[in-house]
């Protein structure tokens, strides 16, 4: 799709979204001031639902460019991925493909945004892995937080007449890898992992924040 055309298609599925976000929930957002104005950056943040994708392209003032497990392109969510200019990671592997598109958003000054738990977990943070941590050393660019809840309520509800679900996003401040090196050692990449996880606890109450909850 050229860029144009891509540009067109993201800022009307971002309208919509925020239509139905609207209509299905209450969302409440903190710290969106955080958000670069101008220049690349990985966004990290925990994942709870099948919609933080969707909401995260709604909230935030800049395009985000979503790095999505391949799983997810089938059915209707692909053309969703597709229109948002999204695009898919295997997983468990070295995806060079994945990770050459990566750097060449970054490269441009661009926002990208991986969920480090790999999946969607079930309500703690889970462990987190060391692409984002990897990306963001290569390319010399900060870490950009991020904490989500409520989204499991938002399609969950079997009382809808009791009120709508309230959906909460944080956005902590931006930070730089403290190794810059373009070929950071294993240890470095878990290092700053630890310090993205962290990062996103701290965003999240305290029985949300799994194995990090003490870090």
């Known amino acids: 799709m050229p860029s144009w055309g891509l540009a067109i298609s993201y800022y009307v599925i971002k309208t919509l979204i925020r239509v139905a976000i609207f209509v299905l929930a209450r969302t409440h957002i903190y710290g969106i001031e955080q958000v670069p104005h101008s220049g690349a950056a990985v966004i990290v943040s925990n994942h709870l639902a099948a919609v933080d994708p969707a909401l995260l392209v709604s909230v935030f003032p800049r395009p985000i460019v979503l790095m ?31 990770l050459h598109i990566a750097e060449h958003t970054l490269a441009e ?3 990208l945004c991986v969920f480090p738990e790999g999946t969607r977990g079930s309500g703690a943070l ?24 409520g989204t499991p309520r938002v399609f969950g509800r079997r009382f809808p007449w009791l009120g709508f679900p309230h959906v909460t996003v944080r956005v902590g401040e931006p ?25 996103i606890a701290a965003l999240l ?9 003490h870090a």
């Open 68 to 98: 999505s497990k391949i799983e997810n392109y089938r059915g209707l969510l692909r053309f969703f991925m597709r229109l948002v200019g999204a695009f898919p990671v295997r997983r468990g592997k070295v995806d060079r493909e994945a």
């Open 205 to 213: 109450p305290p029985e949300m924040r799994g194995q990090y909850r």
């Open 126 to 149: 889970g462990r987190g892995y060391g692409g984002a941590a990897l990306l963001a050393i290569r390319a010399c660019v900060p870490v950009l937080p991020v904490a989500i809840t």
């Open 175 to 199: 930070f730089l890898p403290r190794s810059l090196e373009p070929a950071p050692s294993r240890e470095q990449r878990e290092r700053l992992t630890g310090e993205i996880m962290v990062r």
């Open 109 to 111: 000054g661009r926002l």
